[in-house]
């Protein structure tokens, strides 16, 4: 005859309902540990300044097509400041980054800046916006249609005067040769015209050139364009990590609780059983006594 088998352990939701006491402090408190240690983290500032592309003086010819250009440029201008920061050209913080993209469909640069310090997040993209700003003024000095007319004009009447001292020489070469002029007059005639030809070659290569190069810039959307700032003058901050690290932290404290109520709830409820039944080896089996014998020392079946 055996004893009736006793009870399996319970589940761990069930013993966790049985020691209730477990979560009610555990889950608050690890909770708010978590919480805590989430506030004590420095957040993530981001911070972000926006430049748009410009119409500077435009002809009636380059209106239309502008639009277009200023998309060109924008994303010419994010991917130098992106080149500037990997390579540290940019300066600036060493504790933030940097990074600009165009926004799409327009001729507007998004220039955003990340650290821990919401005056160093502002300061990197106020420093990357300024040192672009710098770069493209810089590069349109070399590149301004008016200062290259201007050379143009300068070089255009030298041209034109060497031009005419060649006409000049060659009339004068021509009547000596015509005249039956003494041969050293010939040659002295001869020379100069070969010179007053090396001079108004030289010249005309200058004047073209020029020429060349003023065509070429007011083709060029960027010499007839203007960056500018969007918004007071100073990057704004648009976000920090700090809710959701508080979000992060405190589900992960959460979570501790909850294993800890429910290891501990385990534990005691299987000390209680063992109190209750000493001699279970095995709590998920039911304990049974020893077997009955009979007179000839043989088991009695059950």
Not at 4 to 20: D, V
Not at 147 to 158: I, V
Request: with cysteine; glycine share 8%; proline share 6%.
């Amino acid at each position: 005859m055996t004893d009736e088998p006793q009870a399996p352990g319970r589940t761990p939701l069930q013993a966790l309902a049985a020691h209730w006491v477990y979560p009610l402090i555990l889950i608050p408190l690890c909770t708010l540990a978590g919480a805590g240690l989430g506030n004590a983290q420095a957040p993530l500032v981001t911070a972000e300044t926006r430049l748009a592309v410009g119409p500077g003086p435009l002809s009636t010819g380059e209106v239309t097509a502008f639009p277009q250009a200023a998309r060109t440029l924008a994303q010419e201008y994010s991917r130098w400041v992106v080149n500037s920061a990997v390579d540290g050209t940019l300066g600036g913080d060493r504790d933030s980054s940097v990074t600009a993209s165009p926004i799409p469909e327009s001729g507007v640069i998004r220039i955003e800046a990340q650290s821990h310090s919401a005056d160093t997040a502002r300061r990197a993209a106020d420093n990357a916006a300024v040192q672009l700003m710098e770069a493209v003024s810089n590069s349109k000095k070399d590149q301004n249609p008016a200062a290259a007319f201007a050379q143009y004009s300068d070089l255009a009447k030298p041209a034109a005067e060497a031009e005419l001292t060649l006409t000049q020489a060659q009339a004068a070469y021509a009547q000596l040769v015509g005249a039956k002029a003494p041969e050293a007059d010939i040659q002295a005639a001869g020379q100069a015209v070969v010179a007053a030809r090396i001079a108004a070659g030289k010249a005309s290569l200058e004047r073209d050139a020029a020429a060349s190069v003023y065509s070429r810039l007011r083709a060029n959307a960027s010499s007839a364009s203007e960056l500018k700032r969007i918004g007071e003058g100073r990057a704004v901050i648009t976000g920090d990590t700090r809710k959701s690290q508080l979000q992060r932290y405190g589900v992960g404290g959460l979570g501790v609780g909850a294993a800890l109520s429910i290891a501990l709830a385990m534990s005691t409820d299987r000390r209680r059983r063992r109190r209750l039944d000493p001699a279970a080896e095995d709590l998920g089996r039911p304990s049974r006594a020893p077997a009955a014998v009979g007179a000839d020392g043989a088991g009695i079946p059950e």
